[in-house]
């Protein structure tokens, strides 16, 4: 059936008033208001189309209607997004809770139609069916990254899984092996899956559904086999599939998508570290840095952990935390996710290079980050900016100064 | 695609740049409807200008080609406006977003099509000014909210935006860039008097003589002692009868009473029955004072006239203005009111008003005639009244919400609104950004003498009828 799962959500589609909130960032108080761009497509390409949940509910509307039909032309602003939930964050009406899903089953449908998803993406997907990670590099190598102290300890028995995550796998390897620097010095009892596959993010976000189910029911079967309590990870778009998608429905999660046996808790490294500075189990060195932090959307807006990170960087004697204008459930997105850096790179650029900008107006040296995915793109800005901001994650600062009391 | 068709999006490529010009469907669509019953129509074009030399080229590509053009700054308005009656090309102004200028010495300040609320808002909040912002989405463009008489959140006190404004600058519809005001003098843009009214060309004509350019209105500086005071009575006569006495001190920023249903969030949807013990109607007043003292006085001008009434046997009751509201009323622009979320829910989502200026006198009759029409159409009279200048003209108008699903609830949804206005013209009303179905209900009972003034009018300045035709239901 056409626009089978579309459909389903058609009730809540037409929640969506076309008011236009979804535009740009703005909140009110007697001292200032915050106005700011917020969409980045919008603020790339301007027409409405491509403007918030009121752009994509149009499109969802014109095609449930029979007044739009499927077309490359039309793929581009259902694509041409980071699915930060930008607009989700600024949306009064019943609407809000559906804007991502709605976003995402555009994409399922376009990919059904035959006009999604966009080359690079299509190829990811072929590549996390034969290596099982979005790069196409070798599944052998995944934990090529990890010391050999600790290969030994690899899907043995222990309270926490670490799910490493794709892009700390193959492009981020910095940022794994800090986190298993941090978990070796906080003495945590831990171990990887060596045969750890990609957690299905790319997919979902890019309407490649059928693709995510079989990595979740892969991943699911990892956990009986390391019998671990929990999963800690350091990667923001993991953590989101692994503790929303996996394990709630329609519209938070893909559980009735995804069908997987799943129900074990998922943290992610800076909530683990926060708890530990919290109980006081923890010794931090100094880092006499100025520091802004990024809210990666998967973390962020998606799974609505924003202090967490800002109490672990606050907890660090002599860091002096800096935050951007657009901070919290108003942060601006790297431009990486939702398949925009594979699918439009120039785009993911763009809006990067927009983020580094502001990052760099609050004078900060450092812009720190818990996301490996938004550490890569927003690096990448850096260098091609040739700012002097230096590219770090939670994880990699911790690593260099936190001990067990 | 016709050569025809294919000449125009090159043309109009050539002028903005190929990114902005489009004639795909995909793109044309989000423009073919807004929050209204108002009949969805497609655009041939959309086209993004960033500068005024763009829009003059576009405006004489309309007249060569002989084809309609729709400015559009945000399309958020509650009237269908910016739907293309007859085709053409929307001119989306979004990129032109430039505010030019906030002089604080004189207090104005001057900006494009493209600015919000939020970005307005925030400008002038630094500099502790102010504008007269509406119940509407931040994206929303101040400078299309003053050209087409929009209310803000003082205007019971000091009138409509539009009363506001001080200088314009306008691409007619034949291409040439008109200045009106002290602006085509001078690079001051303090005032419109004592020139002849030329705004009065542009204002209130929906989009139909010209494209604003820029837009110089008033700002005031924000008082910081505010207060919202509270009354609430069990009939719209009583109601009427304290607001027209309160107004006579203009005390309040803004006096503003609403029904049981429209004080409901969402608006009951369909028609519910108001609990027998509610009283109907409610009453919020906006103080603001530069002195706890002189705030001070208002409440007692306030209190003065509530004590009044209350002698005279009116039902007015005092009650509790709930902390958030209140915060919300005194901090505009919110993103509390005027939400649409106040209006729409339990899978609601179309909006539409009839309304809105009528003389507070006929407020009680006209309100009764309107809630036999709501009800007999299943929709909540979810009315709001407001004061306009101390009152020389007020507001009456019924927020409501309707189900876009179905063409059945649509159909209703107009009828009942129409027949309102319909109405309402037999007791004063003027409905304000009128869809086009009130248009023609408003010009079937106009003076002859006045459609042939503004027919003239428009053939003066809009030669070969390209300017949102349709729209003001001449031409």
């Known amino acids: ?405 | 695609m016709s050569e025809k068709q294919d000449r125009i999006l090159r043309k109009l490529r050539e002028i903005v740049g190929d990114q902005f010009a489009s004639d795909e469907e995909h793109v044309l669509y989000p423009y073919s409807f807004d929050l209204t019953w108002a009949t969805p129509r497609m655009p041939d074009y959309v086209v993004m200008p960033k500068t005024v030399e763009d829009v003059q080229r576009i405006v004489r590509l309309a007249n060569l080609e002989r084809i309609p053009i729709v400015p559009y700054c945000s399309g958020t308005n509650i009237g269908g406006l910016t739907i293309p009656e007859q085709g053409g090309i929307i001119v989306d102004l979004k990129r032109m977003n430039r505010i030019i200028e906030i002089n604080t010495d004189v207090g104005y300040a001057v900006f494009e099509p493209g600015v919000s609320h939020a970005k307005l808002s925030a400008a002038l909040k630094e500099k502790g000014y102010d504008f007269g912002w509406p119940v509407g989405t931040p994206s929303a463009s101040p400078l299309a909210l003053a050209v087409n008489h929009g209310i803000g959140h003082f205007s019971s006190r000091f009138g409509i935006n539009s009363e506001f404004i001080t200088g314009m600058e306008v691409v007619l519809p034949t291409g040439e860039i008109a200045k009106v005001g002290s602006c085509a003098f001078s690079d001051s843009w303090h005032s419109l008097f004592p020139l002849p009214m030329l705004s009065g060309l542009f204002v209130g004509w929906l989009g139909t003589t010209g494209i604003v350019t820029k837009l110089g209105v008033w700002v005031v500086e924000a008082p910081p002692y505010r207060d919202v005071v509270t009354v609430k009575a069990d009939t719209i006569e009583d109601m009427t009868r304290y607001m027209i006495r309160f107004r006579k001190t203009y005390a309040a920023d803004e006096l503003t009473a609403v029904s049981w249903w429209l004080a409901q969030v969402p608006i009951p949807y369909p028609y519910q029955e108001k609990s027998k013990d509610a009283p109907e109607w409610f009453s919020f007043a906006v103080l603001r004072a530069w002195s706890e003292k002189e705030l001070e006085a208002k409440r007692d001008l306030w209190k003065t006239a509530v004590k009044e009434e209350q002698k005279k046997g009116s039902s007015l009751l005092e009650f509790e203005y709930p902390p958030e509201a209140k915060r919300a009323r005194t901090e505009l622009p919110s993103r509390i009111i005027g939400s649409t979320k106040n209006y729409c829910g339990a899978g609601v989502a179309g909006i539409a008003w009839p309304g809105t200026f009528t003389p507070a006198v006929n407020w009680p009759k006209l309100y009764s005639e309107w809630k036999k029409i709501y009800i007999a159409h299943n929709l909540s009279p979810a009315v709001r009244v407001t004061d306009f200048k101390g009152s020389h003209y007020g507001m009456l108008r019924a927020m409501t919400p309707f189900d876009k699903k179905t063409p059945e609830a649509i159909e209703n949804a107009r009828n009942a609104m129409t027949k309102a206005v319909e109405v309402g013209i037999r007791y004063g009303l003027i409905p304000y950004k009128p869809p086009v179905d009130y248009q023609s209900l408003l010009n079937s009972k106009a003076d002859p003498g006045y459609i042939q003034l503004i027919t003239k009018v428009k053939d003066m300045l809009d030669p070969n009828h390209i300017m949102n035709p349709g729209k003001l239901g001449v031409r």
């Open chain 1, 1 to 405: 059936m056409a626009l089978e799962e579309l459909s389903k959500l058609r009730d809540k589609i037409y929640t969506c008033t076309h008011c236009g909130n979804c535009k740009v960032f703005y909140e009110w108080g007697a001292g200032k208001n915050l106005y700011a761009a917020g969409c980045p497509s919008g603020d790339s390409f301007f027409f409405d189309i491509y403007y918030g949940s009121r752009g994509r509910s149009s499109a969802a509307k014109g095609l449930l209607s029979g007044k739009l039909k499927w077309t490359e032309g039309l793929a581009h602003p259902i694509f041409a997004c980071q699915v930060c939930a930008g607009c989700q964050s600024m949306c009064e009406v019943d609407f809000k809770k559906y804007t991502i899903r709605t976003m995402e089953t555009l994409r399922y449908e376009a990919n059904k139609a035959g006009v999604g998803p966009l080359p690079n993406q299509k190829r990811f997907g072929e590549y996390v069916q034969r290596e099982h990670n979005p790069y196409g590099d070798r599944h052998a190598e995944r934990f090529a990254w990890l010391p050999k102290d600790l290969r030994e300890k690899s899907s043995k028995k222990a309270e926490y899984l670490y799910f490493a995550g794709c892009t700390a796998s193959y492009r981020q390897k910095n940022i794994a092996q800090a986190t298993v620097q941090l978990f070796k010095n906080l003495g945590l009892d831990f171990t990887v899956a060596e045969d750890e596959w990609c957690c299905g993010s790319p997919l979902l976000r890019t309407g490649q559904w059928d693709l995510a189910k079989t990595v979740a029911e892969h991943n699911a079967s990892l956990l009986s086999k390391t019998k671990a309590d929990k999963i800690v990870t350091t990667c923001a778009g993991c953590y989101r599939s692994l503790k929303m998608d996996y394990q709630k429905e329609v519209p938070e999660g893909y559980k009735e998508v995804l069908k997987v046996d799943f129900n074990v808790p998922v943290i992610h490294t800076a909530q683990l570290v926060e708890d530990l500075i919290k109980k006081g189990s923890l010794k931090l060195g100094d880092y006499k840095k100025r520091i802004t932090y990024h809210d990666p959307c998967h973390l962020g807006r998606h799974a609505e952990v924003y202090d967490s990170p800002r109490n672990v960087l606050k907890s660090i004697p002599s860091v002096e935390l800096i935050e951007m204008p657009r901070n919290r459930q108003y942060a601006w997105c790297c431009g990486a996710g939702g398949g925009v850096k594979s699918g439009i790179p120039e785009f993911a650029m763009e809006t990067a290079v927009k983020r580094v900008e502001e990052a760099e107006a609050t004078g900060a040296e450092v812009l720190a980050s818990t996301c490996p995915f938004c550490w890569r793109n927003l690096d990448d800005a850096i260098k091609a900016k040739g700012s002097k901001l230096k590219m770090l994650d939670i994880a990699e600062i911790m690593a260099e100064i936190a001990k067990k009391k």
